[in-house]
């Protein structure tokens, strides 16, 4: 093969791969159940890409001992959290280690163990008690917001809140579908 269709095969494959997750990211934005996550934003502001939100959900940090489910995991793991909705936000119900059976009114959102824990925090000026607890990442822990609109996030109001409508489709892959302040749209994501 000579080397100008060796170039041009890792253009075409470059592209289709950056196809692919544009629409996968499509899909699950098309396609996924609505849940409205409890979030806690921080550190606003990225050099190179603007203005973001940085998001911890309070699903973020998952004391085992408290959930059903599997307590055997490990860094690095997939990790599969039933969410039924609460009385404003989706809660945790149980977390496995396969995607689960989600029981009419739950959904399973998947996600990466990033760390386990063998205490359970209980909160600023609390000390923290033994338990096993997992820090799980999602994949939609950064939002990016026009410039200079980030701060306003970061620090909302007092009586503000902020929190994160999230789709998340049969796979269980989430997807940030909008960013709400005291339940109304704040920032909508667009399917193409």
């Given amino acids: 093969m000579s080397i100008g269709r060796r170039v041009a095969l890792v253009v075409v494959l470059q592209t289709l791969a950056l196809l692919a997750m544009v629409g996968l990211k499509q899909y699950t934005l098309s396609t ?8 806690e934003p921080i550190d606003p502001r990225s050099l190179f890409r603007g203005d973001y939100v940085r998001l911890n959900y309070a699903i973020s940090q998952l004391a085992l001992e408290r959930l059903a489910g599997d307590d055997a995991f490990e860094r690095g793991d997939t990790a599969y959290v039933l969410v039924r909705q609460g009385n404003e936000y989706w809660e945790p119900v149980s977390v496995h280690g396969r995607m689960p059976d989600a029981p009419a009114g739950q959904v399973a959102i998947k996600g ?14 609390r000390p923290a008690v033994p338990g096993k607890t997992i ?4 994949g939609i822990e950064n939002y990016f917001v026009p410039e200079g609109e980030g701060r306003a996030l970061e620090r909302p109001k007092p009586g503000e809140t902020v929190s994160i409508r999230v789709v998340v489709d049969k796979y269980g892959n ?5 960013v709400l302040v005291n339940g109304k749209e704040r920032y ?3 399917v193409l």
Avoid: C, D, H, S
């Avoid at 996924?32 to 979030?39: A, E, I, R, S």
């Avoid at 820090?135 to 999602?138: E, N, S």
């Avoid at 989430?174 to 909008?178: E, F, L, N, Q």
């Fill in 188 to 190: 909508v994501e667009k």
């Fill in 174 to 178: 989430p997807g940030i579908k909008a």
């Fill in 32 to 39: 996924g159940v609505p849940v409205v996550l409890k979030t």
């Fill in 112 to 125: 990466r163990v990033e760390y386990v824990n063998g205490f359970m925090w209980q909160g600023a000026g």
């Fill in 135 to 138: 820090a799980v990442k999602y």
